[in-house]
């Protein structure tokens, strides 16, 4: 049974980073045809697919958040970690991590496997 955990703060200062990590178990993110996303939903909002890391530790982001996402793994650990800078309030969002085969999809039923979603709230 593969199960996604996310963790991290659930209060971040405006104008600060943001980072959350994705724990993965009964799967190896670097496993062939895996893809791991970070994907947010902003409240009252539909789901954001936010960036994506390959198997092969290949980066693809969304392209309005590019400038402020990175996303980086820890193959020891079986995680992926999501950092996104200079946040403000409009950050704010329930975020998810997920995997399968889908490497860019605002849909969750495009995905196999999902977080329980973790609560970010952005605010001074």
């Known amino acids: 049974q593969v199960q996604l955990r996310e963790s991290g703060p659930g209060l971040v200062k405006p104008s600060q980073t943001l980072s959350l990590t994705c724990t993965v178990s009964?799967?190896?993110?670097?496993?062939?045809?895996?893809?791991w996303s970070w994907i947010r939903q902003p409240p009252g909002k539909g789901l954001e697919w936010m960036g994506v890391?390959?198997?092969?530790?290949?980066?693809v982001y969304r392209s309005s958040l590019k400038s402020r996402t990175s996303i980086s793994r820890d193959t020891s650990k079986n995680q992926f970690t999501l950092q996104l800078s200079s946040v403000t309030p409009e950050d704010t969002a329930v975020y998810y991590c997920?995997?399968?085969?889908?490497?860019?999809?605002?849909?969750?039923?495009?995905?196999?496997?999902w977080g329980q979603g973790t609560q970010v709230t952005v605010s001074s």
């Open positions: 997920a995997g399968g085969r889908t490497s860019n999809s605002d849909s969750r039923d495009d995905y196999d496997y």
């Open positions: 009964g799967a190896s993110i670097t496993a062939n045809v895996g893809y």
């Open positions: 890391i390959s198997h092969r530790g290949v980066t």
